[in-house]
Structure formats: C-alpha cells, structure tokens
C-alpha cells in the first residue's frame, strides 16, 4: 500500500533522510519511531506529497506521489504535527470543509460527516466552536478531517503527542479501531506509543533506517531467553569451566551472563558455583528491555550489536 525506494531529502546542505527504503502493507498499522529530529516529519510530508523529496520514489495505493499528486491526495489522510485546524469554526463547519477539500461528492458529503464524526466520538459537540475544545478534542478534530473522505491509507504523525494519559488512551483506541479497513502509518518518538497501536516498527535515527521489525519479534528479543547473572565474590578459572558445560557465558569482573541452554538449568548453575567456591552474592535473570533496545538503536551508531 505504502512503497518507498531510496527516499532521500536534503535540505539545503542538511540532509534530513537518506535513503529510505520501506514498504506498508493493506491493513497493517506501522510505527515509525525515532528521537526528535530523526526525520519522521520529513518522510511523512514527503508520502503525503505536502513536500517534494531530493530524491527517490514513494507509491501510495498505486499511485506516484510524485507524477500522480491529486490521485494520491484523494488515498491518504493525514494528521500532520500541527493540524490546521480553524479555531472560529465549528467542528461541523471544519468538516465540511474537509469533505470538500478532499472532494468527497457532494451528495454523499452530509453521510460522510456524520459517520466520522460518530467514529471519533465528536457527534455530541458537533456544534462547538473549535477553539472552545480541549486539546484532545481538537486532536480528533485532526483525525476527523483526516479520514472524513474514508481513505484507504493514514499518515499519523505523532497523534497522541500533547494529551493526557486519559485522551492518550482513546486516541489510541480510536488507531486501533482503523485496523484492517485502512492502512496506517503512525509516528512516535516513544516507545511505549508504537508498542500499544502498531504490529511492526520502523525504527528511524538520523534520518537512516536502523530496524525494522514486528513488536512481537522486538519483545522476545528483548526478553534475550535464558539469559541470567552471576555475582561472585571470587571469579575461579575451574568453576568457570565447569559453568561453560551449562552454557555460553560472559564475564566482567565478577559478574559473569550465563546464556542457559532451559530453565532447569539454573539450579546447577548455583550448585556448580559452590562447589567451586565462588562465593555466590546474586543470580538473576539479566532483562534487556524494549528501551534499552530502543535506546541503543538510536544513539550512537545505532546499531544492535
Ligand atoms: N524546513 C526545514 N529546514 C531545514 N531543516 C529542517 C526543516 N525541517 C526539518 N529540518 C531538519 O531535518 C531533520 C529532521 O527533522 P524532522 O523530520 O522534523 O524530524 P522528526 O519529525 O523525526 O523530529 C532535523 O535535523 C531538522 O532540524
Ligand atoms: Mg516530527
């Protein structure tokens, strides 16, 4: 649904993303993750083809954002970082409006309303002026006009950023209800955000791809199976050797990962560690989490090592 091949933009001598090559598949909701400044604005104007990139090709539903603009216009909604939302119209009004810019026929214009507006829980203050809505209610404003013209694909740049955990959660809901009728690409440069809506990441630092892949296979990787901690107070050569039975281990100073080969396996890494004399303070399982993972993709290099 989504397909970008060796998008590259610069801006002026600062190149902003570099050759970017990812696809988005009917029905699937994908997370673009990355710290501020990775370039996920950047790729998200360019998709919506609010922007022209230095290089590179996208295709959106079929269509060339590039030599097919109108066509592509009419397949996404796009909630961009700041929506344009018009504080002294009403919620109504704002819509309409919408409908019209993104040419849903005027015959089926009042049916389309009403039912987004139902969609994202805004029927009952349909009548508001927008700048009397709170923040959260002025995001679905963005969302409303985003999918007003029931579009295929979504492009979501940081939907949630700026509500409280209560608004948080029902945007999400509300992402999580596109599921399957749209396609959708949402942006966060957190965490937890991707991990409760999407079922694959694309992890973006300094404007380059650093991962890609589903939540699921980023979580057991993060569980890193069997891996558990030994603290001794004396690190002996033959214990050592004999833990080697049990599986790969790893040590610094006096603290050595023992990668196990099953669960049980852990009684006689202690049993083995006394009888060598080890001296045991501590055995516990080493945990690396989805932040850290995060967190090591997108400093430095960026890359799991
Ligand atoms: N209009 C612009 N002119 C020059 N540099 C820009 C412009 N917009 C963004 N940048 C730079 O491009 C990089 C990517 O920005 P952006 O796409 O907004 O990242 P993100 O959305 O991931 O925070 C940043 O270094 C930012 O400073
Ligand atoms: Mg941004």
């Known amino acids: 649904m989504i397909t970008v091949t060796h998008l590259t933009k610069q801006y002026g001598p600062r190149t902003a993303v570099h050759d970017l090559n990812f696809e988005v598949k009917k029905g699937e909701i994908v997370g673009f993750l990355g710290p501020n400044g990775a370039g996920k604005s950047t790729t998200m104007k360019i998709l919506t083809g609010f922007m022209p990139a230095s290089e590179g090709k996208v295709m959106i539903a079929g269509h060339d954002v590039f030599h097919e603009p109108i066509k592509v216009k009419q397949s996404i909604g796009f909630l961009p970082e700041n929506p344009p939302v018009y504080p002294e119209m009403s919620v109504n009004q704002y819509l309409d409006f919408a409908a019209r810019l ?3 026929p005027p015959k089926g214009q009042a049916a389309a309303i009403a039912n987004t507006l139902k ?8 009548h508001r002026l927008i700048q009397n809505l709170s923040k959260g209610y002025r995001q679905r404003v963005g969302l409303a006009q985003a999918l007003v013209h029931n579009p295929p694909v979504l492009i979501l740049d940081e939907p949630t950023v700026g509500l ?7 945007i999400r809901e509300l992402i999580k209800s596109l599921r399957g009728d749209h396609t959708v690409l949402l942006s966060s440069h957190i965490l937890p955000e991707v991990t409760a809506t999407c079922d694959r990441v694309i992890v973006l630092n300094r404007g380059k791809i650093v991962a890609e892949d589903t939540i699921d296979h980023l979580t ?4 890193g199976g069997l891996i558990y901690a030994l603290t001794v107070r004396n690190v002996k ?4 050797e004999a833990l080697m039975q049990l599986g790969k281990i790893h040590t610094t100073g006096n603290r050595l990962t023992i990668e196990l080969k099953s669960e049980d396996a852990r009684e006689k890494v202690i049993e083995t560690a006394v009888k060598h004399d080890m001296g045991v303070l501590e055995f516990v399982a080493d945990k690396v989490s989805l932040e850290d993972i995060f967190l090591k993709l997108t400093t430095n290099e960026g890359s799991l090592a």
Do not use: T
């Not at 409280?164 to 029902?170: H, S």
């Not at 057991?220 to 569980?223: H, L, M, N």
């Not at 050569?237 to 050592?240: E, F, I, Q, T």
């Open 102 to 104: 993104h040419q849903v």
């Open 119 to 126: 969609r994202v829980g805004l029927w009952d203050v349909r």
């Open 164 to 170: 409280d955990p209560k608004q948080i959660i029902e």
């Open 220 to 223: 057991s990787r993060a569980q």
């Open 237 to 240: 050569a033959a214990g050592v």
